[in-house]
């Protein structure tokens, strides 16, 4: 692969691009050419710790963060769901990429933009908490929402309906409304960055390349941050953006929330940079018919190229949106879930058949715990896990060295947690039923002192093996958990193996550390 080289033009220094030698100013991100990125290179006199690029489930970061499982991967690094062993509570964790995060002027970027986005305090933004450091690798922790993106709503049901998009718009809208009033704008919105939590509250998340708009630019002329389908026009050109930015990436937001498309494709950057700078968007009623006019003009004025002909700012576009909810049937309307009434929001009038049923009820918890009680000299280690090999059921003898093989990392894996005992890896005796039963499990638990026994078993699916796997919780007498399939090449089942184990590994810290739990 070419690297970018750089050269003096007169009194400045330039970037020779690879692929089509154009020179570019020096601190250009993309060539003006043909929009292929440029990486400069590195100060040969610079020397630090070599750098991380991937956590491991159940190990502990900075001597402080234990952790639980990868969320994700992007431009900027890969994020993981953490256990902050100083507060108790579980935190996001962005591993920056180790060639961003080796440019010191990048890193002093980061810091005071991190500063503008520790001010914002709303219920619709994720809160950032701090840039770290360990053994040459910078991270940002910020606020962990349960909870899946929009970008994986939208492809699971968009088109949304109007009444839906109306919901989530409205709350990103009050997002931007309190960062733009603290003079902070995000520069890369886009339904990656917008959280969707378990009461259906939309949180827009990583300011970690927002700018101050107070501040001098970090940036420099010339640089394009953000990601090509959501930018604004200014952004592609590397003009100073500004909170109308902002806008023009919501009405993309919007467009692909209603027609499950965004406005503007291409194979690379440029062309969906020119695209955002000259092509008008096509009306998206004209591939969802179901649009309203109104909702498709607050759309289409959101995109508008030339900012001063957009909404102005983000309380404009929620007062637009929220006229359109009013027409529609309370009924209709996709409110975000409230908080359940406490205690003393509730009035209670007992009579006496009622007090005789929480007479009767509260025997029944009494003989309950009693019974639990009697039963507790007899539970298991509640701490140690026994792994039996996997049950090969794709009909091909030549596999069954796989089930063996998969009960050995994921033993190995969890050997990794210290909280965990690990008992030896077990084989079940199934004789001719070619199936798990209670009885096998209870058993298997019983002769390892183990209350969580790990199994599972394979298919063939073409060239692939399929693997299924269960926890059973032996004090408990049932099935914790039938964790989704995976799926790998069945000639190098590694990967596969792999992803197995560390999902399992996730999968029991939760189980036995229930502040782990999502």
Avoid at 124 to 146: A, N, Q, W
Avoid at 178 to 203: C, F, S, Y
Wanted: aromatic share 6%; hydrophobic share 35%.
């Amino acid at each position: 692969m070419k690297k970018t080289s750089v050269r003096p033009e007169g009194n400045r220094m330039t970037l020779k691009c690879s692929a089509c030698q154009h020179d570019n100013p020096e601190g250009t991100s993309f060539c003006g050419k043909c929009g292929t990125a440029l990486n400069p290179p590195a100060d040969p006199t610079q020397t630090m710790a070599s750098p991380k690029s991937k956590l491991t489930t159940g190990t502990i970061y900075a001597g402080r963060y234990q952790i639980i499982e990868e969320l994700g991967r992007g431009g900027m690094g890969r994020v993981y769901k953490a256990m902050d062993r100083e507060t108790q509570e579980k935190i996001a964790l962005k591993l920056i990429k180790p060639e961003i995060a080796s440019d010191q002027k990048t890193v002093t970027r980061f810091r005071n933009e991190l500063t503008s986005a520790r001010k914002i305090s709303h219920p619709h933004v994720c809160r950032m908490y701090d840039l770290g450091k360990e053994k040459g690798s910078y991270f940002i922790t910020m606020e962990y929402v349960p909870g899946e993106d929009l970008r994986s709503f939208i492809r699971r049901a968009a088109p949304l309906s109007t009444a839906r998009t109306i919901s989530i718009a409205k709350q990103v809208c009050e997002g931007l409304i309190e960062a733009h009033k603290l003079g902070v704008i995000h520069r890369d919105l886009k339904p990656q960055n917008i959280m969707i939590d378990k009461q259906g509250n939309a949180r827009i998340m990583d300011f970690g390349i927002a700018r101050s708009l107070k501040a001098k630019s970090i940036t420099g002329a010339g640089m394009m941050i953000g990601t090509p389908e959501y930018m604004s026009p200014e952004q592609v050109e590397g003009k100073d953006a500004d909170q109308r930015s902002d806008i023009y990436s919501l009405g993309v937001i919007l467009y692909e929330m209603v027609t499950g498309k965004v406005p503007f494709e291409g194979d690379t950057p440029f062309t969906i940079g020119v695209k955002h700078k000259s092509e008008p968007p096509k009306p998206p009623n004209e591939l969802n018919e179901q649009i309203t006019d109104d909702l498709n003009q607050i759309i289409l004025k959101c995109l508008e190229k030339d900012k001063e002909k957009r909404f102005q700012s983000a309380e404009q576009v929620q007062g637009e949106l929220k006229k359109i909810e009013q027409g529609i049937p309370t009924t209709q309307r996709a409110e975000p879930k409230k908080r359940p009434l406490t205690s003393r929001e509730m009035t209670l009038s007992f009579n006496f058949k009622k007090l005789l049923i929480l007479a009767i009820l509260g025997l029944m918890v009494v003989a309950a715990v009693y019974f639990i009680f009697l039963r507790q000299s007899s539970q298991l280690n509640p701490d140690r896990v026994v792994v039996a090999e996997f049950l090969n059921q794709t009909g091909d003898p030549s596999l069954d060295p796989l089930g063996r093989r998969a009960a050995e990392m994921v033993s190995q894996g969890l050997k990794t947690i210290s909280s965990i005992d690990v008992a030896p890896p077990v084989s079940f005796d199934f004789g001719k039923k070619k199936e798990i039963e209670k009885k096998d499990y209870l058993r298997t638990a019983k002769e390892a002192d183990a209350a969580l026994v790990i199994t599972g078993e394979y298919y063939r699916q073409t060239e692939n093996v399929i693997f299924h796997s269960r926890i059973f919780n032996a004090n408990k007498r049932k099935m914790s958990l039938t964790h989704e399939p995976i799926s790998g090449d069945k000639e190098n089942p590694t990967e596969a193996l792999e992803r197995l184990r560390n999902n399992l590994m996730s999968v029991v810290l939760s189980i036995h550390d229930p502040r782990l739990e999502a």
